[in-house]
């Protein structure tokens, strides 16, 4: 009897191991598409193996797609347009594509296999985009959930980039997460200073990348980072200008504000930045001492939930009902808003209400 026991768990053991084996193969086999063509704006092709997302074939090019969400397919930065070869539109890609630009050809990077010969159109300034070798030169604890991190580039290399745009982290395997991810965050320092780039990051809990670089990431650490990246950059204009960002969205505002205190500007400006409480306050003396550099500049940090013993006088609550008082010419007036998504939908219908004109509200969602 029990010999019969053995022999039915080593009979299905067998089966077990050579189907899994048999998938194994199978799989290989099926995602071997060999060598195909990639190419690019009718110009340029590239020669690569098949079988991966069309975004990380054309990273292993050095070429770098937006993939603000590291390519989760939930950002939708990644869209380009496929004339050829891209096979039917993915479930995972409909909810970010409109219906205009799904008769377009648009498609998401991160979602399509690159399987057999493709032609795709990208906009001829995501050649621009590199990756940067950089070391952590400073690590400052800004509050107990934010940190300033400086990063070094390598081998006399600079960058350029306008203030307000990002780059993206690239971060590497550490304690239990095996994997390596890919991160947005804004550059904080300004233009000015190609050498290097400061980014402030706000710890998420259970976050993958923000975990990383709060509890993992030391002075001295290698870090690859691609960029610049994004269309959330400072215009050059006259007009007067309204920030609104709170927690590390504080992040390209610093960006916008060094940069006008390198060019010089008499612009009218007023950065609202909502918190909690007075914990989430930083680099307040900084901003605060805008106020002695530019012509006609107001600081205004709105705190949410400032308890009493924290004898907060400033203002409270929303940062919506403060608009008005800053707002004095509303057509001619940009808006730069950074943070979450429902804090940029909410802020945005504001100041529609208030007659800032759609066209001149620039955001970057952090979601
Ligand atoms: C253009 C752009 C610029 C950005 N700039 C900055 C910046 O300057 N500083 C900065 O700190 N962040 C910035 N972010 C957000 C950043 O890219 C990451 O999303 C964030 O750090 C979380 O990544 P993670 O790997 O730690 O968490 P994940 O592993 O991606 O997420 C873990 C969990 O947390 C949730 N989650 C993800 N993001 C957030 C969030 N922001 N708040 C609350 N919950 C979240 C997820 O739904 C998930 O359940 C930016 C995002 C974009 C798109
Ligand atoms: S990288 Fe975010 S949707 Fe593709």
Not at 64 to 82: E, H, L, M, N, T
Not at 330 to 352: D, R
Request: charged share 25%; with cysteine; net charge neutral.
């Amino acid at each position: 009897m029990l010999a019969r026991i053995l022999f039915d768990i080593a009979l299905m053991s067998a089966i077990g191991v050579t189907l899994a084996l048999i998938m194994v193969i199978a799989q290989r086999w099926l995602s071997n598409y060999g060598e195909v063509t990639v190419n690019i704006n009718g110009k340029r092709d590239l020669k690569v193996k098949g079988g991966n997302s069309l975004l990380a074939t054309l990273s292993d090019s050095q070429i770098f797609i937006p993939s603000a969400c590291g390519g989760r397919g939930s950002c939708g930065a990644c869209k380009c347009q496929v004339h050829e070869g891209g096979g039917p539109l993915l479930p995972t890609e409909r909810p970010l594509l409109s219906k205009p630009e799904q008769a377009d050809n648009i498609r998401l990077a991160c979602q399509i296999k690159v399987k057999s010969d493709i032609k795709i159109q990208i906009p001829e300034e995501i050649f621009n985009i590199r990756r940067f070798p950089s070391v952590i030169e400073e690590i400052i604890d800004y509050t107990y959930d934010i940190k300033g991190i400086t990063f070094k580039l390598q081998d006399g290399v600079t960058i350029d980039f306008k203030a307000g745009q990002y780059v993206q982290l690239e971060t590497m395997p550490y304690g239990k997460v095996k994997q390596k991810v890919v991160r947005a965050y804004s550059i904080s320092s300004k233009p000015e200073i190609n050498d290097r780039i400061q980014l402030i990051i706000r710890l998420v809990p259970e976050g993958i990348c923000s975990t990383w670089v709060h509890k993992f990431l030391q002075v001295g650490d290698k870090v690859n980072f691609t960029g610049p990246y994004g269309d959330f950059y400072l215009r050059d204009t006259e007009a007067d200008i309204l920030f609104v960002a709170g927690g590390s969205g504080k992040a390209p505002i610093k960006s916008m504000l060094e940069h006008l205190q390198e060019v010089g500007t008499n612009r009218k400006m007023t950065y609202f930045f909502g918190a909690r409480t007075t914990k989430d306050l930083y680099l307040s003396e900084e901003f605060r001492n805008f106020e002695n550099v530019f012509d006609d500049f107001l600081y205004v940090p709105v705190l949410s939930h400032p308890s009493a013993e924290e004898n907060w006088d400033g203002r409270t609550g929303f940062v919506m009902p403060y608009f008005k008082e800053a707002i004095r010419d509303p057509q001619n007036t940009e808006a730069y808003l950074c943070g979450s998504p429902g804090m940029i939908s909410a802020v945005t219908k504001s100041l529609i209400e208030h007659g800032i004109p759609e066209d001149k509200i620039y955001f970057d969602s952090f979601g």
